[in-house]
């Protein structure tokens, strides 16, 4: 079982930087895809970022390719994503996910969310 807390939300500026983290529970942290999706109002949750367990592996979804960056600290069992560069069309719920395969499929266990605005 792994619980998920994301934090880091709010409200920007286009072009301003915001970091978001990911707060795990559970000792098997390392042996799970980390990752990151989004849902804004209307649209269907998709995925934003992800990386394998050992941190090596890093995936993005092209929207978001060179202006955002996931890593992982599997002592802390964290897993920042760092935005920059952000426009409007980013604002969303983010969620951070966690599973056994990576990508879009990464969906066995889902953090509470958290709101991410930016304003034009």
């Known amino acids: 079982q792994v619980q998920l807390v994301e934090s880091g939300g709010g409200l920007v500026q286009a072009g301003d930087s915001l970091r978001l983290s990911c707060a795990a529970s559970?000792?098997?942290?390392?042996?799970?895809?980390m990752g990151w999706f989004r849902q804004a109002p209307g649209k269907e949750r998709e995925f934003v970022a992800g990386i394998g367990g050992s941190g090596r592996s890093k995936y993005y979804a092209d929207s978001v390719k060179g202006r955002f960056t996931i890593s992982r600290d599997n002592a802390k069992n964290t897993v920042p994503l760092q935005m920059n560069s952000l426009k409007p069309e980013d604002t969303a719920v983010y969620y951070c996910a966690a599973g056994k395969l990576p990508g879009k499929y990464m969906n066995d266990y889902w953090g509470q969310g958290t709101q991410v605005t930016v304003s034009s």
């Open positions: 559970g000792r098997t942290f390392s042996s799970y895809e």
